[in-house]
């Protein structure tokens, strides 16, 4: 299969300087402005505004970063659930808003899950449990708007997990999304599976992608190629992948520096 174009995810305040390489070919977009507490929480109208002015012309697909600071989406209390179905509830509101049609979502599942499931029998069945009474009243609201939730892998080892959770909750707006970096820094600290390995146990279910690279150490958010996640058989997996993933470029700085690096990326003939 061939590839979709890279897109970026980033804040709104970031389109002007990459508005034609984005908006000229249809590039998505995954606005990241709404994941702090006391942004979604607060009087999002204005931002909403800003976004929207700054999208003005946008062809491409377009996704919005859900809130996540301290979003436990297997939170054992149930109050504390409340609260955070109200936060994504309230990310829900931005995305129709904006017109999004994914929402990025965080993974609950932890390298301490993965060391303890044999010494708690009924741990990963709690956290499968508490997930999904999280999300149900959240999925149905998101597939009345017209947008799937991604569930995105941050500090998972067994890429098996976020899969299984979204196979077993078998809702339509729930699918999975790998970042590139989250799993080299788990395959590089923790001794998880390489990247390609959780793209190929997503098989089916992979909706999203954030394209980043790191070396294996911490969360970098560096260009492609300028760590060392293993980039040709990443993007061959990709390639693979049926239905093909949205793929998002999620660079922390220097994002001018991106048209040049999808230039390389395209050189190589990994991606467009």
């Not at 309230?90 to 390298?111: C, E, I, R």
């Not at 449990?129 to 799937?148: I, K, S």
């Not at 892998?153 to 976020?162: G, S, V």
């Not at 909750?169 to 395959?187: K, N, Y």
């Amino acid at each position: 299969m061939t590839l979709p174009l890279l897109g970026v995810a980033l804040t709104h305040k970031d389109i002007a300087p990459l508005r034609d390489w984005i908006f000229d070919a249809g590039r998505a977009i995954e606005i990241q402005d709404f994941v702090m507490p006391e942004v979604i929480a607060g009087d999002t109208a204005p931002l909403i505004a800003a976004c929207r002015a700054a999208l003005d012309g946008h062809q491409g697909p377009l996704g919005l970063h859900g809130p996540f600071f301290g979003l436990d989406l297997s939170n054992p209390d149930r109050d504390i659930r409340a609260v955070i179905r109200t936060r994504l509830m309230q990310g829900l509101d931005v995305a129709q808003a904006l017109g999004a049609d994914q929402m990025v979502v965080h993974s609950p599942f932890t390298y301490w899950h993965v060391l303890n499931y044999a010494n708690y029998s009924t741990l990963r069945e709690t956290l499968f449990e508490a997930a999904a009474d999280c999300l149900a009243p959240v999925l149905e609201r998101a597939a009345d708007t017209g947008c799937t939730l991604v569930l995105e892998n941050i500090d998972d080892t067994d890429p098996r997990d976020r899969v299984d959770l979204v196979a077993r909750i078998g809702h339509p707006a729930l699918r999975v999304s790998i970042d590139t970096g989250h799993a080299q820094l788990a395959h590089g600290r923790y001794g998880a599976p390489p990247v390609v390995d959780f793209i190929d146990a997503a098989a089916g279910y992979l909706a999203h992608v954030h394209v980043q690279d790191a070396d294996g150490y911490a969360d970098r958010h560096w260009a492609p190629g300028e760590g060392n996640v293993p980039w040709a058989p990443v993007f061959a997996a990709l390639a693979a992948s049926d239905p093909a993933p949205r793929l998002l470029l999620e660079v922390r700085n220097r994002l001018e520096r991106l048209p040049a690096c999808v230039a390389a990326l395209e050189a190589r003939g990994f991606a467009r």
